[in-house]
């Protein structure tokens, strides 16, 4: 995704993993995609982009629970103020994830091996 942060007008951009456990319906991956470019497309700050996202996937889908990860690296901190090119990374999760602690473990091990495999070439 590519956003804009609303404090310094200028990018940031950066990859969201979503997980989520179907109830009766299953979100087309296309479906996807269009909520997180709904929401990246204005004025943003990472943390309410990924509640945002989790939000209306848990509202439109209605799963047991869904968790989404944003990594992003944000031009603010890169090309003005502390010049670094750290990944910041945000987390929420919904329903079922809140109570199941093993299974939000077990998912975000499985992310988190996902992301030091293919993330590092994202996002540097």
């Known amino acids: 995704f590519y956003s804009m942060c609303e404090h310094h007008i200028l990018p940031f951009y950066g990859t969201v993993d979503i997980a989520y456990v179907p109830n009766k319906k299953i979100a087309g991956i296309s479906k996807i995609v269009r909520i997180v470019q709904k929401y990246s497309r204005r004025l943003q700050i990472q943390e309410r982009l990924t509640n945002q996202i989790a939000d209306e996937i848990y509202r439109e889908y209605d799963p047991e629970g869904v968790i989404v990860i944003t990594r992003a690296k944000h031009m603010c901190m890169i090309i003005r103020g502390v010049k670094n090119p750290a990944t910041m990374i945000s987390v ?11 299974l939000l473990n077990r998912v975000l091990l499985l992310l988190s091996q996902k992301a030091i495999f293919h993330d590092t070439d994202i996002l540097g």
């Open 92 to 102: 929420t999760y919904r329903g079922v994830f809140e109570t199941d602690k093993d």
